[in-house]
């Protein structure tokens, strides 16, 4: 405007010039630095960290060598579960509550029951320890993975190596089942040409048996971070990256710090954090011309009506997630003092991310998806690490800043990606909408099936898509 | 990034805003009816053909060695998390602190002592709408020459009890032994909010704050009283409030020391945004701005931080209640930390949560045996489902205002603060509302001369100008 303005005084014409000179470098300087940006491609900084007790220790190098792992229990370890399986109170639910007010005490008492009688802990554990496990000391503490290698390669194949990440409340566990359908396709009737993995599935610090941080701040680019070190500690320059949950954060932020070492991104879990007036207009219009904002039929079917599913849908879903960002040291306390309290807590998750009509179900639908020996031995994991408070930190370490203002907010994504897109997780983003992050979208997939849980419960399926992704990728 | 999430803020506040406006031009009809008395049946399966017992029975808490050692035996199994480091209280009950207060639980606090003391106010149970209701009464121990007692209803929360009120008790059946005025002497009754301590849990859905103020009606005309004074703060701020719009006609008066506003609307918003500029516009006085403003810091977020509770407890009770009616640390993990953090924001930055510079721990364990000991924990969540389920401020008895007599006492440090101005719009007929000068949300616990004195000067008000009668 104030150019425009300028030309009407001609006895100011000297100062005029210096004026509309300066002007127009300055718009021209914002053209080219506007242009120049488009090209760079902005990552997260790596950055640093420690975790450990007190000071880092500045003398010495960290112990780098990376330690064989296997689970353990004990007479007294069991005794002390089932002892206070044994002496679990309970109060009744509500006469036709179903699991409308969280996990229903009656099936509990049942689950619990199992719990005590037949679940066999010392054969999961022998379950667990079928695949190696490490521990390996970065930034402090002991990050916990197992390392899959295939068997067998036939001539000529190359083994693509994949860090899989679990979320909450999972954990590497979670990938048992899909680990051999991507460690030996052909064994599993997946034969899908070309593609066979390594796959490494670490446990996020403060989960399971990696050691949880000491220090407030610990969030999903430290993680990332600490993956990446990982990566390079077992020798790896370039790998595939799979998650879902938390582990699609981590995942996404480990693609955003070190574009050059991954490969590709595959994702069951897309974390939108922007919202924004662009958003919230698509939305209002995608209820009815969808294709003019970028929305497929099965977009709409799945993101409409708004307001029910992503909005009271998900205020009533998500008091888990407000408590433990805000209080992780009281909502986890009893948990860790409670296996039935810890039980219930989890297996909430798994029955309503799972599919939404469980809720209707006085059993909450559980035994239709997952067998209680699979569910129980990731609650047990918790259980016997006493994670389930640190685990909880986490979600207070990355929900504390404005998150239009976290590190990795403006940052685009721009390693090739797959999404695949499962019809009953928690909540769906259409591909138009995760391309405003993900700038390289390879494949999206509608799944036919499945929730949140997708390696869990859907393991052939999710195998499949990962293939149908790496392939593209590989051939580009 | 930033600016443009707050211009979207903005926009869809103005959207929210207009729709808010409409909304309220179409449905807003005249806001004086009463709020009608809800039937219910809360009993194990069908309803008996047979009329209700309404026999009122004595009542003593008991306890029995069995119960102790079984509490004993998980509190010396307790599994404890490190706290992060300088992680005070922000991250939850500290459990370096945690560990001293089980220590004292176990070693030096004595449960059948403190039944004792639970017991020396005469407590008795009824049935009611097919539950057994609970309560305290308590009768003034001496009365002067001519002079009757005025019968008051104190109501409590979460997560307290009647046990809250046995320290304010005393200042109001016997005034003059404690250095009060003694111009008016009440006597007390104290009931447990069906799923609390030790009134019965409902077994059916849809028990809510209007449900309990049906309840607690009957309760009174059961004991006789056909006018009476009522108090309370937390759910007893709301179940009392709706007391009042049940039955206006038996109410003499309502004291709070709460006074939430659910009903927001355009002026509200506006009154937001523009109140710190210009805080006589919209009847704000120097301390409602001291103590609300900036708004984001002191209202938003403060919001957000603390409200997780309620979040969980309003979606899941069943869930989050269930390791804490297992684990006695749990549970007093959850308690202890509102009695922190609402007591004083401020104790958040304390390694021990600030808790023994306000209370003592024989009264803090107290009221979390009373959960404990009757199983409570889960039903007690139970109360914000059907409260809040359906969102804040839909409901009817949310739209009715109150024209019985109110007396408001503001504490400073409650979590959120409402303003005169506001609850105005609320509450019609506010007889006196004061700045109190110091204490938090358990007021009666923490500062019951301060709440004492405040009743009975707005009993004082509305005795002697005969306030009820002007309705």
């Not at chain 1, 020798?235 to 954060?249: A, M, V």
Request: aromatic share 14%; net charge neutral.
């Amino acid at each position: 405007q104030t150019i425009l303005c300028l030309p009407r005084s001609f006895e100011y014409s000297q100062k005029n010039a210096v004026l509309v000179s300066a002007a127009a470098l300055g718009v021209g300087g914002m053209l080219v630095y506007w242009l120049r940006s488009r090209h760079k491609i902005k990552t997260i900084e790596m950055g640093d960290g420690w975790w450990g007790l007190g000071e880092r220790l500045v003398k010495g190098k960290e112990d780098e060598s990376i330690r064989p792992f296997k689970i353990e229990t004990s007479d007294k370890e069991i005794e002390d579960l089932h002892r206070r399986l044994e002496q679990a109170r309970y109060a009744p639910p509500l006469e036709g509550a179903a699991f409308h007010y969280g996990f229903n005490s009656s099936y509990l008492q049942k689950v619990v029951a199992y719990w005590r009688n037949q679940f066999d802990w010392r054969k999961q554990v022998e379950v667990l320890n079928k695949y190696p496990h490490f521990q390996t000391t970065i930034e402090g503490i002991a990050i916990h993975f197992i390392h899959v290698k295939p068997s067998y390669v036939p001539h000529g194949r190359a083994v693509q190596p994949l860090l899989m990440v679990h979320g909450w409340p999972g954990s590497f566990y979670e990938f048992y089942k899909i680990i051999p359908l991507l460690t030996e396709p052909a064994g599993h009737g997946l034969n899908e040409g070309d593609v066979v993995f390594e796959v490494i599935c670490p446990s996020i610090p403060g989960y399971g048996f990696s050691e949880a941080p000491h220090q407030k701040g610990f969030d999903t680019i430290a993680t990332a971070r600490i993956f990446h070190k990982l990566m390079n500690r077992l020798g790896f320059k370039e790998y595939y990256l799979q998650g879902g949950d938390w582990g699609s954060r981590i995942t996404t932020n480990m693609a955003q710090m070190l574009p050059q070492s991954v490969k590709g991104l595959h994702l069951n879990f897309v974390f939108i954090s922007r919202q924004g007036l662009r958003r919230m207009i698509s939305v209002m219009l995608g209820a009815y011309v969808p294709w003019l904002v970028g929305l497929t039929r099965e977009d709409v079917r799945r993101t409409y009506p708004f307001i029910q599913k992503n909005i009271y849908e998900l205020l009533r879903e998500s008091g888990y997630l407000h408590i433990q960002a805000t209080k992780p040291d009281t909502a986890g306390c009893g948990l860790n003092d409670s296996p039935v309290g810890l039980a219930a807590y989890i297996l909430e998750k798994f029955s309503t991310w799972t599919d939404k009509s469980f809720l209707h179900k006085d059993d909450g639908g559980l035994e239709s998806k997952y067998s209680l020996d699979e569910l129980l031995t990731n609650v047990m994991i918790y259980w016997v690490t006493s994670s389930i408070v640190s685990s909880m930190r986490f979600y207070k370490e990355n929900f504390s800043k404005y998150p239009g203002l976290t590190a990795d907010a403006r940052v685009g994504v721009y390693v090739p990606t797959g999404i695949a897109a499962f019809p009953q997780e928690l909540v769906h983003t259409p591909h138009a909408w995760a391309k405003e992050i993900f700038k390289n979208i390879i494949t999206y997939s509608y799944m036919p099936r499945g929730g949140h849980f997708a390696a869990f419960e859907e393991p052939k399926l999710l195998a499949q898509d990962i293939m149908h992704f790496v392939r593209k990728v590989e051939q580009l | 990034e930033f600016c443009s999430s707050l211009a979207d803020i903005m926009l869809l506040e103005v959207f929210l805003v207009l729709g808010t406006v409409i909304i309220y031009f179409l449905l807003s009809k005249k806001k004086e009816e009463t709020l009608p008395f809800k039937e219910g049946w809360w009993g194990k399966g069908q309803k008996p053909d047979t009329e209700e017992d309404t026999t009122v029975w004595p009542f003593k808490v008991e306890t029995t060695e069995e119960e102790l050692s079984d509490l004993f035996r998980r509190l010396d199994q307790a599994r404890f998390t490190e706290p992060l480091e300088n992680s005070c209280f922000h991250y939850g009950t500290n459990s370096m602190y945690l560990r001293k207060v089980i220590s004292y639980w176990k070693n030096q606090f004595n449960w059948k002592k403190q039944v004792e003391v639970l017991n020396k106010y005469p407590q008795f149970k009824t049935k009611i709408q097919g539950i057994d209701i609970h309560f305290v009464h308590v009768k003034p121990p001496r009365l002067p020459e001519g002079q009757s007692a005025k019968p008051l209803l104190m109501v409590h929360g979460w997560p307290g009890s009647f046990y809250e009120f046995y320290k304010i008790i005393p200042l109001l059946t016997d005034p003059a032994s404690h250095g009060l005025s003694d111009e008016h002497i009440f006597e007390v009754i104290c009931p447990s909010i069906p799923g609390y301590g030790f009134s019965e849990a409902p077994h059916k859905k849809d028990f809510n704050s209007v449900s309990a103020a049906s309840i607690f009606y009957e309760l009174m005309l059961r004991l006789g009283f056909n006018e009476f004074y009522a108090q309370g703060g937390d759910w007893g701020w709301l179940i009392c409030t709706n007391l009042a719009q049940i039955a206006p006609n038996h109410m003499k008066g309502l004291h709070l020391n709460l006074a939430s506003v659910t009903n927001m609307g355009f002026s509200h918003l506006l009154s937001i945004l523009l109140g710190r500029y210009l805080p006589g516009l919209f009847g704000f006085q120097d301390e409602d701005v001291r103590r609300m403003f900036p708004f984001l810091k002191e209202g938003l977020y403060r919001m957000l931080l603390e409200s997780g509770y309620a979040h969980i407890q309003a979606t899941k009770p069943d869930t989050v209640g269930c390791g804490l009616n297992d684990s006695p640390v749990g549970l007093a993990a959850y308690i202890l930390e509102k009695f922190s953090t609402w007591t004083d924001l401020e104790f958040r930055n304390l390694e021990d949560g600030g808790l023994e510079r306000k209370f003592n721990l024989d009264d803090l364990l107290t009221n979390i045996m009373i959960y404990w000991v009757s199983g409570c924990i889960v039903s007690s969540m139970r109360f914000y489902k059907e409260n809040l389920q359906k969102g804040i401020g839909t409901q009817k008895h949310e739209r009715l205002t109150v024209q019985v007599p109110t007396g408001i006492a503001s504490f400073p440090n409650e979590v959120m603060h409402t303003p005169q101005a506001w609850a105005q719009k609320k509450y019609t007929n506010i007889v006196s509302f004061h700045f109190m000068p110091r204490g938090g949300h358990f007021a009666a616990l923490e500062e019951p001369e301060l709440l004492a004195e405040d009743i009975l000067q707005f009993v004082g008000k509305v005795e002697k100008e005969q306030l009820w009668r002007k309705k």
